[in-house]
């Protein structure tokens, strides 16, 4: 598939962000909440997420919306509020292994090449 811009395509990036955003007020509620299970279980979400967008949408534009939503949730629950204190606790390693994990997964399905990618011949057999 090509990279062109329709409107299908920019109606699924808008979805895909903001699938990201859940998933990734979803993952820092389960990374907090169940460290080494919870930080796996938040990382194979976005794997799900990244690579799902990837196929929908054919390009690496499906993986740019989700991970911009997730990074942008990401970045809003770890802001202070005026008060001093943070919305949720963003203590411990399990917080930068989601940022760095989460980082890697996105750059990861972003860059594979799936079948769907290669051009396919009529003249001779798929291998």
Do not use: H, N
């Not at 990374?31 to 690496?60: K, S």
């Not at 802001?79 to 203590?91: A, K, M, N, T, Y």
């Not at 292994?97 to 051009?119: E, F, K």
């Amino acid at each position: 598939m090509t990279g062109t811009l329709t409107a299908g395509r920019i109606a699924g990036c808008l979805g895909l962000l903001v699938l990201g955003a859940l998933t990734g007020v979803a993952g820092w509620l389960v990374v907090d909440l169940w460290f080494p299970g919870g930080l796996l279980l938040a990382l194979l979400a976005l794997f799900g997420l990244f690579l799902g967008g990837r196929i929908a949408l054919g390009t690496a534009l499906g993986v740019g919306g989700g991970a911009v939503g997730w990074f942008l949730a990401y970045v809003m629950l770890g802001v202070p509020r005026p008060e001093g204190d943070f919305l949720l606790s963003s203590s411990g390693i399990g917080m930068y292994a989601y940022l760095l994990g989460g980082t890697v997964l996105a750059v990861m399905c972003a860059t594979v090449s799936l079948p769907a990618d290669r051009q396919v011949s009529a003249s001779r057999p798929v291998k």
